[in-house]
């Protein structure tokens, strides 16, 4: 019976690890997104189209976007062979 631990979860931990690491990449596209407002709300300001924040910000969370997806759809080939 302890042997079929690994088998209750949906995911392995090198899967769900991925997993993680994809959110958190998606949490630093929002943080590089974020900011670029002038403190009086009657003044422009142009750093809100930034590099960063027009380029840079959504490609990071597009990235972590296919990094949970591609987490998720990974197969092992280690329980492939076990099945």
């Known amino acids: 019976m302890a042997d079929n631990n690994n088998k209750d979860f949906a995911l ?3 899967n769900l690890l991925w997993i993680i690491i994809g959110f958190a990449v998606m949490v ?19 750093a809100i189209f930034s590099f960063r924040r027009m380029v840079v910000a959504p490609l990071v969370i597009v990235l972590g976007c296919a990094l949970v997806v591609i987490a998720i759809m990974h197969k092992n080939k280690k329980n492939n062979q076990n099945s």
């Open 12 to 14: 392995p931990k090198r």
């Open 28 to 46: 630093l596209g929002y943080i590089l997104l974020s900011g670029g407002g002038s403190s009086d709300p009657s003044e422009f300001s142009p």
